[in-house]
């Protein structure tokens, strides 16, 4: 099956610092990554989607200065957590869509990165 | 819009036993695709099962059997013989057909297989 990595793993952080959070899809293109996060016993909530070469489009409610999202390649999609604050301790997940933006295609997830901001 | 709702929010079994989790779902949309996802301590999302909405069969995949009644709106999956390796999260997923294909999930059910 198709295989997604996100790195890093794990990440810990001091209030106001920047985090980067890469997504890379390893054995097929994407043109469509999606970022997600989870909060505790929750579900995941989409942020962003991200189309490669063009401007991420961001759900109702997600700070786009906030959350930077960059789809520079069929391959890899990055998430910049800008300034950020203990509100943003999360657990993040990517996720690709195998194909070229067909109606069959299926959204593959990342292993996930848990932010947390002291 | 797109609603996905899985009322049970945590479910307990002895091993062996079978558990059905319920997926009740909302849309305008006349395709769409319905999703199952198992989410393990670990945290990463694995795929179990894509259905598109033209395709009423049900399907079983060794201990994994899914129920999809379009009349009723639900996409029900069944573990048969749980083992405690089952114990994880459930997230049962609607997708538009058309356009990025955004997911809506539902909150998940947490199943624990007690021993």
């Known amino acids: 099956g198709a295989v997604v990595s996100q790195h890093p793993s794990r990440v810990i952080c001091k209030s106001g610092t920047s985090v980067k959070i890469e997504c890379r899809s390893l054995?097929?293109?994407?043109?469509?990554m999606f970022w997600y996060r989870q909060f505790p016993k929750q579900s995941l909530m989409l942020m962003a989607t991200?189309?490669?070469?063009?401007?991420?489009?961001?759900e109702q409610g997600v700070e786009k200065d906030k959350f930077l999202i960059n789809h520079a390649s069929l391959t890899l999609s990055t998430l910049t957590v800008t300034s950020a604050h203990p509100e943003d301790s999360s657990f993040y997940i990517c996720?690709?869509?195998?194909?070229?933006?067909?109606?069959?295609?299926?959204?593959?997830f990342g292993p996930g990165t848990r932010l947390t901001v002291l | 819009a797109q609603k996905v709702t899985q009322a049970q929010t945590e479910i307990s079994v002895v091993e062996k036993e079978d558990v059905t989790l319920d997926c009740v779902y909302e849309?305008?949309?006349?395709?769409?695709?319905l999703f199952w996802y198992k989410q393990p301590p670990s945290g990463e999302l694995v795929f179990l099962i894509r259905?598109?909405?033209?395709?009423?069969q049900n399907e079983i995949s060794g201990r994994y059997s899914w129920n999809f009644q379009k009349s009723t709106s639900s996409f029900n999956f069944t573990i048969t013989a749980s083992q405690v390796v089952d114990s994880a999260v459930y997230f049962c997923a609607l997708s538009e057909a058309y356009g990025n294909n955004r997911l809506a999930f539902g909150k998940g059910n947490q199943v624990v297989v007690i021993p």
């Open positions: 991200s189309n490669e070469g063009s401007k991420a489009t961001y």
């Open positions: 054995d097929f293109q994407a043109t469509t």
């Open positions: 996720s690709a869509r195998e194909g070229r933006g067909r109606s069959t295609d299926t959204q593959y």
């Open positions: 259905r598109n909405s033209f395709d009423e």
């Open positions: 849309t305008r949309d006349t395709t769409y695709y």
